[in-house]
């Protein structure tokens, strides 16, 4: 028993970059200049709530700038969400891969 915990100690602690297995996906969409007026990019959008296991409702965070890229901070408390966007303004957000991608818009005449 001791061994199978100690490797499986070893193994969470041997990350893929240290194995050089990590590589990122190539990006599907290219980066564009938004230069639309359909989005505001001086600020965020929410969608509609989802309900959390308490009972909460949350909204989900969308954050478009003019250089096309997205973020998506993640869920909040209605009443939080202008202190939440203050925190992710103030926090190390870039080298989270997750919640950041690329926005297009289409269609628009």
């Not at 100690?6 to 200049?33: A, Q, V, W």
């Not at 938004?34 to 989900?60: C, H, I, M, V, W």
């Not at 998506?72 to 303004?89: C, D, H, N, Q, R």
Request: charged fraction near 20%; proline fraction near 2%; hydrophobic fraction near 35%.
């Amino acid at each position: 028993m001791k061994y199978i915990l100690l490797f499986i100690g070893l193994t969470l602690c041997i990350s893929c970059e240290k194995m050089n297995t990590c590589k990122d996906k190539e990006l599907t969409l290219k980066r564009t200049e938004y230069l639309g007026q359909e989005l505001r990019t001086d600020g965020f959008y929410y969608g509609n709530p989802n309900t959390d296991a308490q009972g909460k409702s949350l909204y989900e965070l969308f954050v478009f700038y003019e250089n096309g890229i997205l973020m998506l901070p993640g869920t909040i408390e209605f009443s939080k969400v202008e202190e939440y966007i203050t925190t992710i303004a103030n926090s190390n957000q870039q080298n989270t891969k997750f919640v950041w991608g690329l926005f297009e818009v289409k269609g628009i005449s």
